[in-house]
C-alpha cells in the first residue's frame, strides 16, 4: 500500500561519485601549484636568510670591499666613502631540471667622519 523510499539507488551513487571524480580531478593541479609555490618561497626564504648570515660573518670580521657611494641631484655631488659587503646565496625553483635562482644582498656601512 506504501511506497516508502528511504535511501538513494545505486545509479544515483555512482552518478555522484562521478561528479565529484571529475571535480577533483579538475581541481587537483591548483593544489599542485600552490604546493610548489610554498615549497619555492620556503627555499627562497632559506637562502635568504643564509645571504643574510654571510653578511653578518663578514661584518664581524671586517672583510667588505671599500667603495665609494656618489648622490647627485642636478650641480650638487655627495661622495660618501663605505664598505659594501656583498651576499650571493642560490636555491632550487621547482618543476624546472637544473635551473636555479640567485638572492643577492648588498649591504653599505658608512664611515662615520
Keep these: 500500500m506504501f511506497n516508502k523510499n528511504n535511501g ?9 561519485i562521478t561528479l565529484l571524480s571529475i571535480i577533483a580531478i579538475a581541481v587537483f ?3 599542485i601549484n600552490i604546493f610548489n609555490s610554498i615549497f619555492s ?3 627562497k626564504t632559506v ?5 643574510q ?4 660573518n663578514d661584518l664581524d670580521s671586517g672583510s667588505g670591499s671599500s667603495t ?22 642560490s636555491y632550487k625553483k ?3 631540471k637544473a635551473a636555479s635562482e640567485q638572492v ?6 658608512y664611515a662615520t667622519p
Excluded: K
Excluded at 53 to 56: A, E, G
Design 53 to 56: 648570515q654571510d653578511i653578518i
Design 94 to 96: 621547482p618543476n624546472v
Design 68 to 89: 665609494t657611494v656618489t648622490f647627485s641631484n642636478g650641480s650638487i655631488n655627495i661622495n660618501i666613502n663605505a664598505n659594501m659587503y656583498t651576499a650571493t646565496s
Design 104 to 109: 643577492q644582498i648588498y649591504y653599505y656601512r
Design 29 to 31: 593541479p591548483v593544489f
Design 41 to 43: 618561497a620556503g627555499d
Design 8 to 16: 538513494f539507488t545505486l545509479v544515483e551513487i555512482i552518478i555522484s
Design 47 to 51: 637562502a635568504t636568510y643564509q645571504a
